[in-house]
């Protein structure tokens, strides 16, 4: 069985996209009285007309998820137009930290996928509270965050989007980390194909898009339900893909105490492996940034 905590649009959006492709039962929880009981409903009308037969349920009972191999955590206050990420830091750790503890105790053997922002710092809010090991904690930023610079690139240079192998790491939010050196056009490299001024332009685009998005239809919905899915399959079918998320550091890239995004190993048990990518002085410099940003925001959480 696959849980969601948090059946607003994000959650309910990533529950129809794992239980479209019938990935296994799906459990809904939220504190919103009837919310899961009517997208499970709304979810299983649609999976009946074409024929997937997983079992979605709804509720506001945590013990739904007794059995999860994997919880996504989407519950919280959602950005509003002119917010950051950051300044949902406060009011969304305790609710958070509450959610945590609650899915520890129903799904003790679960893997964790993080949504709720800031991001980053809300993994390492689900690690403490959790006290389950970092690899069984990982946060969804990152393919987010490469759709969207995918998205950007397909549009400014009029190819495929499916020809685009692109990498995006880093902070999940104004420091995200989009590499030009990683990133191709059906092998051909970016770097030949645009200059470096078309290429920050491209950078500056993919930041500032979620704010575009929030501020003219109120939130973000189906690119990160499909992160999400993406994620989730990885892991319950043991797809071992490589993909950027945020994962808890341990002196990888120089850093420890923190979640952020990089390119790892995602399957069954979770975050299987971190790569260190070999960075520039300037993608260095970027990289720290978030990080520290991420330091902050982790020193400037409430007590537990």
Do not use: C
């Amino acid at each position: 069985m696959i849980g969601f905590v948090g059946a607003g649009r994000v959650g309910a959006q990533a529950a129809l996209e794992v239980a479209s492709v019938g990935v296994d039962d799906i459990a809904l929880v939220d504190i919103i009285p009837g919310l899961a009981e009517g997208e499970a409903l709304d979810i299983s009308h649609k999976l009946s007309e074409t024929g997937v037969d997983v079992a979605v349920s709804g509720s506001s009972d945590y013990s739904t998820l007794k059995g999860a191999r994997v919880v996504v955590i989407t519950a919280g206050l959602a950005r509003k137009p002119g917010m950051t990420r950051m300044d949902l830091l406060g009011k969304n750790a305790g609710i958070i930290g509450s959610v945590a503890k609650e899915v520890a105790k129903n799904a003790p053997d679960s893997i964790i996928i993080t949504v709720t922002n800031p991001m980053d710092v809300m993994n390492t809010v689900v690690l403490r509270a959790t006290g389950f090991p970092k690899n069984r904690v990982v946060g969804m930023g990152g393919i987010l965050d490469l759709s969207r610079f995918k998205h950007v690139l397909s549009a400014k240079l009029g190819v495929s989007r499916s020809s685009i192998m692109a990498l995006v790491i880093g902070e999940h939010g104004e420091n995200m980390l989009p590499l030009p050196r990683f990133t191709s056009v059906g092998g051909v490299p970016l770097t030949s194909l645009l200059s470096a001024a078309e290429i920050e332009a491209t950078i500056a685009s993919t930041r500032q898009v979620a704010i575009d998005v929030i501020a003219k239809k109120g939130a973000t919905s189906e690119a990160p339900g499909n992160a999400i899915a993406r994620m989730v399959k990885s892991i319950a079918w043991d797809k071992k893909e490589v993909l950027p998320a945020s994962a808890h550091l341990d002196g990888e890239y120089g850093l420890s105490g923190l979640s952020i995004g990089v390119p790892l190993m995602l399957g069954a048990g979770g975050v299987e492996k971190i790569y260190e990518l070999n960075l520039n002085e300037t993608e260095k410099a970027a990289f720290a940034k978030g990080a520290q940003t991420i330091k902050e925001g982790i020193t400037a959480l409430p007590p537990a």
